[in-house]
């Protein structure tokens, strides 16, 4: 039988009792309950304490767009990157400062509108009744927050309290300079109407009225750091909105959404606005070379028709011969081409010594305004030059000389000065040999001149002269009328596809769905890790399986908890669940009494680990429910120690056990009769010196067989056996033992040293009974089925049990004091 309990303990010992553990949790529903509730309450209040942030955004194409109206003969180049290089340009554009700061500028971002709110001071830009018209050249109270109450429609108080130190920061914003400004005094307050100009020392601004002002209503303003402020703002988010295509999104978040909306719309049109300007940056310098050529040509054409004109009269020669004629047109041919070929070579010359002479062409590198371009190549290779130079220097300004993509671009660059180098040799040397020939035909075209009479050279020489002059101005004037038309009619490469606006979108921060579905788990999660930390640091014995599952000592039962005012449970109150629990014990150990089949006294040994486990109220009720069941008991207090019995029965404990252990009385005189029938009791009387010795002396032997003699059944109430060994020595009297464990209070490692007395054979017939056992204990669910306790309450035992009273705080307090 041993055998098959300890393999028993052994399975049971093995497994998980997984509903229980449900059921365990489910017992805290209370506990989950608050701390859902204190959960989703801190959520609420987060939500509106959390200022909320928003996120807005921008969609801008960035695409190369070309004048059908030119070509490339004419010579008025826009371009500034290609399709994928403008992408990437304007993105390092937007996060730069210099763009920033630009935008910041135009919209005076470091003013700002403030308004109390609940929690702080809220941003009410855009909201305003009002906008500041800051004088940015002149000083301004820095990071300071002036009062701004509306006292009339047209009228407002400023107020303002002065550092107590007496010195204020001021800032100028147009250089942003700081200084100070040393006060005497300690506040500011002054009323001033709308419009006019707030002109002081340390504050000059006005109020611009842009809505209805509403009397009392108080806003606050201040002036930050212009720095701080572009800084701020370099977060722009920029990304592509499709891969391979040329398309932007920006996005911005801040807790205004007016002026997010602001200032992406700005910083689109800042832009805008730049690449234009880059763009027709060349035209409008080419232009201006022009209009200064063009003034110059247009004196020296006046001044050789007017020597044309007098050398005609003068000579009296007014046409030139068939021959002559025929030789003039030739020779205007050639030196027209003789001067469009030394024009080309010398601004060949030119390119070469500003490209090795400059690092980089981000404004643009001098191209001819006079001639047509005679290779194509030079003009789509000065035109790559400008390209990469300008991302290039973009590139500087935010990463270091390392970058992987600028170094890329160094060498592109030099790859595509080397080509242009290349190109120029060559083109020289085909003019050169060009001109060569030209010089030779000149040569003698000169000779066949020198043939003519002396008037009539001087007249193809004038005429000549005023020829080329002429065909060089209408030149001129065409190319000016050109680089105007590209300069008007020049059009955008980055077009606003769709503004940033607000349409009422949320805030996607604090985001109060979020936040409550993390409380709700918060308040499932740590009332979840309490219950598991606890039953990890929990070393009580809560229910008959934690006993099952680590002893291998039986359980005989379980009692439920006494909620009367003493322990005579089962007398007082014989229709209680408490009183059943113990005829169910009764029934139970008859099959552990040794001489169970037999006439013969059983005697009952009950002990515990410790003292508090209820050994006492178990030993009281045990003899009664055997004396209430017709049979003679006697109650025998052997705890020497520590005697509880007496109280119970309205005794004294002047006389029992002690006075007869030496002689001092007989053993009829030291029984008591109790108000319970067929119930004796002996006390265990005063308490010795030495209760060891006189347990092991021969008049207690004699005692107990005297007892078993005249008794059907004693029960024996011995000291806890975790403390002394007392009741070790009384085990040699007992037909069965009962171990006392406490629900909630008696410690799982207590009972290691009787369980392993169990298993060494060194104890037998011995079982546990878990005392003070209650259904509304956050371990249980109903654990008793089959020990005679489990249906005791709840509505199954209405009808067959007292209905037993609830207590309340109060009550439970009082009862723990008299017991």
Do not use: C
Not at 370 to 379: E, R, S, W
Not at 469 to 490: D, F, M, P, R, V
Not at 788 to 804: A, C, F, L, P
């Amino acid at each position: 039988m041993e055998n098959e309990i300890k393999d028993n303990f052994d399975i049971g010992h093995n497994t998980f009792d997984i509903k229980g553990y449900i059921y365990k949790v489910i017992s805290h529903w209370k506990l989950f309950f608050v701390t859902i509730v204190i959960a989703l309450v801190i959520a609420n209040f987060m939500n509106g304490y959390k200022q909320k942030r928003y996120s807005l955004e921008t969609v801008i194409s960035v695409k190369k767009e070309s004048n059908p109206l030119f070509s490339t003969g004419t010579n008025i180049a826009f371009n500034w990157g290609g399709s994928s290089n403008e992408v990437e340009t304007i993105k390092v554009i937007l996060g730069s400062r210099s763009h920033n700061e630009k935008v910041v500028k135009k919209l005076n971002f470091f003013i700002n509108y403030l308004k109390e709110g609940r929690y702080r001071k809220e941003d009410v830009y855009g909201y305003t009744p009002f906008v500041v018209n800051l004088k940015t050249d002149k000083p301004q109270l820095y990071g300071k927050l002036l009062k701004i109450e509306i006292t009339d429609q047209n009228k407002y108080n400023l107020s303002f309290n002065f550092n107590e130190s007496g010195m204020d920061d001021l800032i100028v914003y147009d250089s942003n300079i700081k200084s100070q400004f040393k006060s005497n005094e300690l506040s500011f307050s002054k009323e001033y109407i709308v419009d006019e100009d707030v002109d002081t020392p340390f504050l000059n601004f006005s109020i611009n009225k842009i809505k209805k002002f509403t009397k009392g209503e108080v806003f606050y303003i201040s002036f930050g750091s212009f720095d701080g402020t572009v800084a701020s703002y370099r977060n722009v988010s920029v990304q592509d909105l499709v891969d391979g295509a040329s398309l932007i999104k920006l996005s911005l978040k801040g807790s205004n959404k007016k002026r997010i909306e602001t200032y992406l719309n700005t910083t689109v049109k800042v832009l805008e606005i730049d690449k234009q300007e880059q763009k027709i940056l060349y035209a409008r310098r080419t232009k201006s070379y022009i209009d200064d050529l063009f003034i110059k040509e247009q004196d020296s054409l006046a001044r050789i028709e007017q020597e044309l004109g007098v050398y005609k009269e003068s000579n009296n020669i007014f046409d030139l011969s068939a021959e002559g004629a025929r030789i003039y047109e030739e020779t205007l041919e050639l030196e027209k081409e003789k001067k469009e070929i030394i024009q080309y070579n010398d601004y060949l010359d030119n390119l070469k010594t500003y490209i090795l002479s400059h690092n980089q062409y981000s404004e643009g590198i001098p191209i001819p305004a006079l001639i047509t371009i005679q290779d194509q190549k030079i003009a789509s290779e000065i035109t790559v030059l400008i390209e990469k130079s300008t991302l290039r220097e973009s590139l500087k300004r935010t990463v270091t000389e390392n970058y992987p993509g600028l170094i890329k671009l160094n060498s592109e660059i030099s790859i595509a000065e080397n080509n242009l180098y290349e190109n120029i040799s060559n083109l020289k040397t085909i003019n050169n040999s060009k001109l060569k020939k030209i010089n030779n035909n000149l040569s003698k075209s000169n000779n066949q001149l020198k043939k003519f009479p002396k008037k009539e050279q001087g007249l193809i020489k004038f005429q000549r002269n005023y020829e080329i002059s002429e065909a060089n101005y209408n030149y001129l004037k065409q190319k000016s009328y050109e680089a105007g038309t590209a300069i008007a009619a020049n059009v955008s490469d980055v077009k606003i596809i769709d503004e940033a606006k607000d349409l009422g979108q949320s805030p996607n921060y604090p985001i109060p769905e979020f936040n409550y579905l993390v409380a709700l788990m918060m308040g499932i999660i740590i009332p979840l890790f309490y219950i598991i930390i606890r039953e990890i640091l929990d070393n009580k014995i809560h229910t008959t399986d934690d006993i099952q599952n680590n002893y291998a000592i039986p359980v005989l039962g379980v009692v439920g908890r006494n909620e009367g005012e003493n322990n005579l449970a089962v007398f007082e109150r014989p229709k209680s669940s408490v009183a059943e629990s113990f005829r169910a014990l009764r029934s139970n150990i008859q099959f552990l009494f040794k001489n169970a089949q037999s006439d013969d006294s059983k005697t009952l040994v009950l002990t515990s680990s410790v003292s508090g486990e209820g050994k006492t109220m178990i030993s009281i009720n045990m003899a009664t429910v055997f004396a209430m069941s017709g049979k003679k008991t006697v109650l025998l207090g052997l705890d020497l120690r520590k005697p509880k019995i007496y109280d119970d029965f309205d005794f004294t404990n002047e006389i029992g056990v002690v006075n007869h252990l030496i002689n001092q009385k007989t053993l009829d005189e030291i029984i008591l009769p109790t108000k319970v029938p067929n119930l004796d009791l002996i006390l265990s009387g005063p308490i010795p010196p030495n209760p060891s010795e006189l347990l092991l002396n021969d008049i207690a032997d004699k005692m107990i067989k005297d007892l078993q003699k005249k008794y059907d059944y004693i029960v024996i109430d011995t000291p806890p056996v975790g403390l002394v060994s007392d009741a070790l020595e009384l085990f040699k009297y007992a037909d069965a033992i009962m171990y006392v464990i406490r629900q909630g209070y008696s410690e799982k490692g207590m009972m290691r040293m009787i369980d392993n007395k169990y298993r060494n054979r060194e104890v037998a017939n011995i079982s546990y009974v878990l005392n003070d056992f209650s259904l509304k204990n956050k371990y249980g669910y109903g654990y008793g089925y089959g020990y005679g306790y489990g249906y005791g309450y709840g509505k199954y035992s209405n009808g067959y049990h007292e209905n037993e009273k609830k207590k309340n705080v109060f009550s439970k307090i009082t009862s723990i004091f008299k017991r």
